[in-house]
């Protein structure tokens, strides 16, 4: 393996170096938070240049290569880990380093070449805290990182930031919902982003100039749960109470829900991946003793590919 493309920083020297020009500065603001939330703060990233992700490399090949997109292909892989290590520590990995390594490792994020740079596919531990609240994340997957050779896995509630050119926030949503229950449910596949978008908009070549500008109907992104192989349904719900109700039902049953949110006639997707608890109200005088979830979940904790992450029904 050669370690010339590698690279080892701090966090602060890491993010500052390859997220400081995101197309949407709440996005990295939202990842450092991330990154300070946990009982033991990320200490150290490993940078892979030149890092062939394969969700870019396959809009690369059907929506930017053949419509003559100008762009480049590699994107930069940025692991985090809570303890400290050299370059040099980590190109001589022993069985000492090597454990270290596999259990401080807190995730990895994306970093694609567009101008401006955005956030590809991410996937972090989740925090047990969320703004000072206790948290649940019963919707992540498991997913397996191959770091030079070391072997290294992380629970995670899958990010990604939209680009405009091959998905817009639905399909961005779509991905991020699908992905934890790739391992959980027999017979269901991975899809990148562009697969997405293609089966959401019925076409065999999911490429062109409007791809991923105009975004995703409700209709469309029913289309692509049905492709993916999920059996998708609408709900409508008017009011905060009923909302966090059925999010809390599935999210505890390890399903992120997608939300789709409506104001002006303008709609936007995000994906529900867990909530915060707070001390319960007084239980419903007609059932003595059980309290619903609106009494006991304080926030949504959402994905949005806007960097936003904590949504508080009123």
């Known amino acids: 393996m050669a370690f010339e493309r590698f690279e080892v920083l701090s966090i602060e020297d890491a993010l500052a170096k390859y997220t400081s020009s995101l197309f949407r500065p709440s996005v990295a603001a939202r990842l450092m938070t991330l990154l300070d939330s946990f009982s033991e703060t ?34 930069t892989r940025i692991h985090f880990f809570t303890e400290q290590f050299t370059k040099r520590a980590i190109v001589g990995a022993g069985n000492r380093t090597v454990r270290k390594m596999i259990f401080s490792y807190l995730g990895f994020t994306v970093v694609r070449p567009d101008r401006p740079t955005t956030l590809g596919r991410t996937f972090l531990s989740c925090p047990p805290n969320v703004s000072g609240k206790p948290a649940g994340f019963p919707p992540r997957g498991t997913i397996l990182v191959d770091l030079a050779g070391i072997p290294l ?87 905060p109470a009923q909302l966090v109700e059925i999010c809390h039902l599935f999210s505890d049953s390890g399903i992120p829900l997608v939300l789709y949110i409506e104001s002006n006639g303008i709609g936007h ?37 806007e960097g936003e992450c904590i949504c508080s029904p009123k």
């Open 269 to 305: 997707a995000v994906t529900v991946i867990g909530y915060t608890l707070k001390a319960p109200d007084a239980p419903e005088a007609s059932i003595p003793g059980i309290f619903r979830a609106h009494q006991f979940v304080a926030d949504l904790i959402i994905h949005d590919d």
């Open 153 to 239: 896995t992380i629970e995670s509630c899958p990010y990604m930031s939209q680009d405009r050119k091959i998905m817009a926030c639905a399909t961005t949503a779509l991905w991020m919902s699908s992905t934890p229950l790739v391992d959980k449910i027999p017979g269901v596949a991975s899809h990148s982003t562009s697969e997405i978008t293609g089966m959401a908009m019925s076409l065999n070549r999911p490429y062109g100039p409007a791809i991923g500008r105009r975004g995703l109907t409700l209709p469309e992104m029913e289309q692509a749960f049905l492709e993916i192989g999920f059996d998708p349904r609408v709900y409508t719900y008017p009011t």
């Open 42 to 75: 990320a200490k150290t990233a490993v940078v892979e240049r030149d890092y062939i992700d394969i969700d870019y490399s396959a809009s690369y090949h059907d929506q930017r290569g053949r419509s003559f997109t100008p762009t480049l292909h590699g994107t």
